[in-house]
């Protein structure tokens, strides 16, 4: 395996790497850090214990995973068959906004921007000219997914193939074991033990090193902490704080129950809204992922696992697994000489499949801002505070799908509708409510396009839309997006099915 260009090390530089904790988080950090390090100069030790499980409910991704993998040179043929992926389209969301109400956030544009004004309003203009065609029509990825259909998308950006992207589906717990084996070819060690100590510097409070059960000592310049919700480092030891979040977002439970593989292999991820919450589908090559995320305020863990079994497609494969959560982030995700990755620096639920693009955020600012001994407070500043944007910008992104609902059968649904949500959410809000004009900033996960599909998918309609659409006449208008469509729907129908496309292409051995 030929590494990249290394980080030039020094007698400054950190010479010993300890992150604490496996799975998901904790294996994606030792490859990527694997992959910039020459592990013959700085060590890198990964420690976990067979004994503590992993919550491997990260099943499902958005786009930004393909950045992570061809930065370790994974190749994605090999990655898929390893882990048991499928393609994604997008996520569906089901009986958000009413019951038997849908919509989906596709990953990809819609139509074609016209004389510098943004596709959405030249819709909205149509919609007042009486026209019924849905906004879902002029996405291909969206077409594409709801026939079952999936090809790569075209590198000719003249192709209406080239308007979309792709995720995956895969194993959480297979994708660990796969970084884990990437990971040791580079020289990571990883040590199976149980901590029962941390052991922090007299002077300024540093954790100098970790104990295990069986009496080991393992000492580290730079500790990650991916050790799950508890925060073992970032918490226990160093009592960085954790930012509630519930009074947003008041879903604090999800059970995790695995099904039969579907028999269509639908290439999206289903989000249907229940009662006091919403479960998850998510079709991979050998199974089925599903899980029940709810507000234990607003329903017991019995009546919530009755609702997740009765909405399982095809078998159940074993007894639903209860995760306790409280949604929000670390006050500090790096602090003194540990930084916090995964579950120990936040959590928010996966609605959006944002959990796995959280740690791989997290990782890459490690990387950006990687320390030496001396450990710059600027430099650490600058990371908190770039990551404590990153969550509170899809933390805004998610709550919108619940203060958008019109839902009124539950009182879960009364709530989410009537609370008080973030001022720059409100504002955002606002703004499209009244113009049609989705606001973003530029460094965001989040852009135009993905405000705007779920702002629509949910019913919120603007008051008015960009007045440069009348430089174009009505019929010009109804000609251009009506070829949109034709092509679009060709486009899609070409496509082979996506259970033949893995089948062909990159099926599990």
Known sequence: MIRPQCLTMSRQNI??????????????????????????????????????????????????????????????????????????????????????????????????????????????????????????????????????????????SRSVKSTFAYAFHFDASLYAGYLRSYSEKLGVRRTEGRIVDVRQRADDGFIESVLLADGGRIDGQLFIDCSGFRGLLIEDTLHAGYEDWRHWLPCDRALAVPGSRLPDLPPYTRATAHSAGWQWRIPLQHRTGNGHVFSSQYMDEDEA????????????????????????????????????????????????????????????????????????????????????????????????????????????????????????????????????????????????????????????IPAASDPRVDCLNAATIRQRLGDMTAHIRKAAEAMPTHAGFIDRRCAAR
């Open 15 to 156: 010479k010993s790497i300890v992150i604490v904790g496996g799975g998901t988080a904790g294996w994606m950090t030792a490859a990527a850090l694997a992959r910039v390090i020459d592990t013959r100069q700085t060590s890198i030790e990964l420690v976990e214990s067979s004994e503590i499980g992993t919550v491997g409910v990260g099943e499902a991704t958005i786009p930004a995973i393909h950045d992570f993998n061809r930065r370790l040179g994974i190749d994605e043929v090999e990655f898929m068959r390893r882990t048991n992926a499928t393609f994604k389209l997008g996520i569906e969301f089901v009986d958000w906004h009413h019951k038997g109400d849908e919509y989906m956030h596709p990953f990809g544009s819609y139509g074609q921007d016209l004389n510098g004004v943004a596709f959405h309003h030249y819709w909205l203009r149509q919609r007042q000219q009486l026209d019924t065609t849905p906004f879902a029509a002029y996405s291909l990825p969206h077409v594409a997914a709801k026939l079952g259909r999936f090809d790569y998308p075209d590198k000719d």
């Open 305 to 460: 696992a009755a609702i997740l079994l009765d909405n399982v497609a095809g078998e159940v494969l074993a007894e639903p697994r209860l995760l306790r959560f409280t949604p929000g982030k670390r006050k500090t995700m790096w602090s003194r000489n540990c930084i916090a990755i995964g579950l120990s620096g936040g959590f928010l639920e996966p609605l959006e499949s944002t959990s796995i693009y959280l740690i791989q955020a997290a990782i890459m600012k490690l990387i950006e801002f990687f320390p030496a001994q001396a450990f710059s407070r600027p430099e650490i500043d600058e990371f908190n505070r770039q990551m404590s944007t990153k969550f509170d910008e899809v933390r805004d992104f998610i709550i919108l799908h619940y203060k958008a609902t019109e839902r009124d059968d539950s009182p879960f649904w009364n709530y989410c509708r009537s609370m008080p949500i973030p001022e720059e959410l409100e504002r955002r809000m606002q703004l499209f409510r009244a113009r049609g004009i989705a606001s973003h900033r530029s460094s965001e996960l989040f852009i135009e396009t993905n405000w705007v599909s779920v702002y629509l998918g949910q019913h919120v």
